[in-house]
């Protein structure tokens, strides 16, 4: 029990409004459950809507990958054989990262209790600041907000999926086409229904105001 209290993101360090513009978005693979060991970490820094760094890495996780993973995400033993033990990664991420916000999809209770709980077995503290995307798109967009729909919806490439950086790009994406939504939606008072979400998804560079209306408007 006390573990998975340990594990838990603090509240005081969960946000829910996006009035922030240097971020880096997260996401890892892993083995699944009860295991649940890292095999891949992707990671974008975003500045001001433009990815700036990327982070990838494959893990050698210690165990063999359950073949349901490996048809999930494509990474296979042989890919990961002689890679590096998370323990000798996981400085390199804190270093990626610092003290920047950290955003991903379904974050909170996924990869952020997987990364806290092996960092805190590392001697590696993840406590950041962090955005739930998934909670975010649930406040204020229709239908179901899961990754997959979300990337179709608002027209963002998605290749490669269930490959780490591949799914922090796409997120690092949906983001920012979010925000754009959400302002819409809470600032101006806009339904969105499907023509609105598709202008936005065409062309989100014709609301490049955006991030600074945020700042005066909430």
């Known amino acids: 029990m006390e573990d998975a209290v340990n594990n838990m993101v603090h509240k005081e360090n969960i946000l829910f409004c996006p009035f922030f513009d240097t971020y880096v978005c997260l996401d890892i693979e892993t083995t699944s459950r009860p295991m649940n060991r890292i095999i891949e970490i992707g990671a974008v820094l975003v500045v001001k809507g433009r990815l700036e760094k990327t982070f990838k890495r494959l893990v050698d996780p210690g165990i063999k990958i359950p073949r349901e ?16 033990r998370i323990w000798q990664i996981l400085p390199e991420l804190k270093e990626f990262i610092g003290d920047r916000i950290i955003v991903g999809h379904d974050l909170i209770n996924n990869d952020m209790k997987n990364l806290i709980s092996v960092g805190n077995h590392c001697g590696v503290d993840f406590d950041n600041q962090v955005f739930d995307t998934l909670e975010f798109a649930l406040g204020f967009m229709p239908g179901t907000c899961g990754l997959s729909n979300l990337t179709d919806i608002l027209d963002v490439p998605w290749e490669g999926r269930h ?8 997120t690092m994406e949906v983001f920012e086409k979010l925000k754009i939504l959400f302002y819409m939606a809470e600032g101006e008072g806009i339904r969105l229904n499907e023509h609105e979400i598709a202008k936005v998804a065409r062309n989100p560079e014709n609301y490049a105001g955006v991030q600074e209306k945020f700042r005066f408007s909430f």
Do not use: E, W
């Not at 993973?69 to 590096?84: C, P």
């Not at 490959?163 to 796409?170: E, F, G, L, P």
């Open 163 to 170: 490959r780490a950086h591949n799914d922090a790009r796409a």
């Open 69 to 84: 993973i490996v048809q999930l995400t494509g990474i296979t033993d042989r890919m990961v054989k002689g890679r590096r």
